[in-house]
């Protein structure tokens, strides 16, 4: 079945320090990637997304690239501030219909001033 | 913007309780969806509609049931609370109007202890 995997948090990085937080998928066809983002008291919410293979995500200096080859999405930032201490979490939407997500364990990050 | 409400923040309900968690959206979304969350196994779906009146099982809907009879409206329900469905339950809405790849709009959560 379609499944997802992220690396284990806590990731504590000082501010302008670099950011990658490891997704890797299992799906059957083309699945559409997400990363969502959710702020201490709050849902959930779209950062970015990539709909097909070598598409590039980005939104507020965060940026993925869909890889099929290694069936990855992972999630960088090139300088991180302490607005970013958040909970990331990746998913997929098979695309055949159903349009359920699937979703990681979630990493936390946390970014020291 | 989308709004996508949960009535309570915080609820502290007792052991064998009937619990409804509401959830409330403002654009016309047919599909809502309702998660738990827990550390260290991130967001599982318990239920989800398509649309008013239907309503399909999720990957752990045991001991939840669900009312949609407005399209605004999804109703959790927990037919006898149990101290193991103590968690944060989040809502969702998606507009099937545009592209699959939207992604859902989620409210705040709702944080449920059951003592």
């Known amino acids: 079945g379609n499944s997802v995997t992220q690396m284990e948090g806590p990731v504590t990085l000082s501010e302008e320090a670099f950011l990658t937080i490891n997704c890797t998928y299992t799906a059957t066809g083309y699945p559409s990637l997400f990363w969502y983002v959710q702020y201490p008291g709050e849902g959930l919410q779209l950062l970015l997304k990539a709909t097909k293979a070598d598409d590039k995500g980005s939104n507020k200096g965060f940026e993925a690239t869909y890889r099929k080859e290694t069936t990855s999405f992972h999630l960088e930032k090139g300088s991180v501030q302490v607005s970013d201490s958040a909970v990331y979490f990746c998913?997929?939407?098979?695309?055949?219909?159903?349009?359920?997500?699937?979703f990681g364990t979630g990493t936390r990050l946390k970014v020291l001033a | 913007d989308v709004k996508v409400t949960q009535s309570s923040r915080y609820l502290v309900k007792r052991t064998g309780e009937k619990v409804f968690l509401e959830c409330v959206q403002d654009m016309d979304h047919e599909n809502m969806f309702w998660y738990r969350q827990d550390p260290g196994l991130g967001l599982r779906l318990i239920y989800f509609?398509?649309?008013?009146?239907?309503?399909e099982k999720g990957d752990i809907p045991e001991g939840y049931s669900v009312s949609r009879e407005k399209k605004e409206r999804f109703s959790l329900i927990l037919e006898s609370a149990s101290t193991n469905q103590t968690s944060m339950y989040l809502c969702?809405?998606?507009?099937?109007?545009?592209?699959?790849?939207?992604?859902?709009?989620f409210g705040s959560g709702t944080r449920l202890t059951v003592v």
């Open positions: 509609s398509y649309d008013v009146k239907m309503k």
């Open positions: 998913a997929l939407m098979a695309n055949s219909g159903t349009y359920k997500y699937i």
């Open positions: 969702a809405s998606r507009n099937t109007r545009t592209s699959v790849n939207y992604g859902y709009t």
